[in-house]
Nanobody, 123 residues
Framework: QVQLVESGGGLVQAGGSLRLSCVAS????????MAWFRQAPGKEREWVAY????????YYADFVQGRFTISRDNAKNTVYLQMDSLKPDDTAVYYC????????????????WGQGTQVTVTS
């Protein structure tokens, strides 16, 4: 399994922006499809965004469409999540994930997870 380390979370006012980063260990990062998930207090973890290994395709959950952008730099073993127009409902721990897949409309995370980074959006 690949090891993942997220960073970039913090406290921001509604309407603000944050950029999350996730650095992966090892030499296989460029072969993994990558995703971001989030988990708010008292709620189940939910999928947020996905990017193919070669970055030719990105998909987003409806609730972040047009506000969040996923990208990656395979030379740096890093995947990013640019979050703009943040809302209090975006408050959650954000996790990156490697090597998952879609099952119909649902995205199923792979076995490798980071420790998460807290994002708190105040009104």
């Amino acid at each position: 399994q690949v090891q993942l380390v997220e960073s970039g979370g913090g406290l921001v006012q509604a309407g603000g922006s944050l950029r999350l980063s996730c650095v992966a260990s090892g030499d296989a990062f460029a072969s993994y499809n990558m995703a971001w998930f989030r988990q708010a207090p008292g709620k189940e973890r939910e999928w947020v965004a996905y990017i193919t290994w070669g970055a030719w395709r990105q998909y987003y959950a409806d609730f972040v469409q047009g506000r969040f952008t996923i990208s990656r730099d395979n030379a740096k073993n890093t995947v990013y999540l640019q979050m703009d127009s943040l809302k209090p409902d975006d408050t959650a721990v954000y996790y990156c994930n490697a090597d998952g897949h879609f099952r119909g409309a649902d995205y199923i995370g792979g076995p490798s997870w980071g420790q998460g980074t807290q994002v708190t959006v105040t009104s």
